[in-house]
Nanobody, 128 residues
Framework: QVQLVESGGGLVQAGDSLRLSCAAS????????MGWFRQAPGKEREFVAA????????IYADPVKGRFAISRDNAKNTGYLQMNSLKPEDTAVYYC?????????????????????WGQGTQVTVSS
């Protein structure tokens, strides 16, 4: 079992930055690939970014490329999502997730079904 807790969300203005954190506990965090997803009201949960277990590989959804950066610190059992140049359309609940079946990063990283554990989410609201 892995427990994930997100933090760092909040209300910001368009153009601002936020850094989300995902603190992991339980089994060894470095065994798992990690992803960030988001869900806006009335919409399906969508992929944002993923990072391999070692941190060497990353992949991003097109809407956030060049603005968001995913990283992890396995020594601290923590993952991060640095979000820059935020837009109102980035408003959503952001979730981190851990996968034991993804090796490296690929198109499969975007599939919610490939993740075993999920956090409770943190709200990000971007005003215009």
């Amino acid at each position: 079992q892995v427990q994930l807790v997100e933090s760092g969300g909040g209300l910001v203005q368009a153009g601002d930055s936020l850094r989300l954190s995902c603190a992991a506990s339980g089994r060894t965090f470095s065994y798992y690939s990690m992803g960030w997803f988001r869900q806006a009201p009335g919409k399906e949960r969508e992929f944002v970014a993923a990072v391999s277990a070692s941190g060497a590989g990353t992949i991003y959804a097109d809407p956030v490329k060049g603005r968001f950066a995913i990283s992890r610190d396995n020594a601290k059992n923590t993952g991060y999502l640095q979000m820059n140049s935020l837009k109102p359309e980035d408003t959503a609940v952001y979730y981190c997730a851990a996968s034991s079946s993804l090796f490296g990063v690929s198109a499969n990283s975007a599939l919610t079904s490939r993740y075993d554990y999920w956090g409770q989410g943190t709200q990000v609201t971007v005003s215009s």
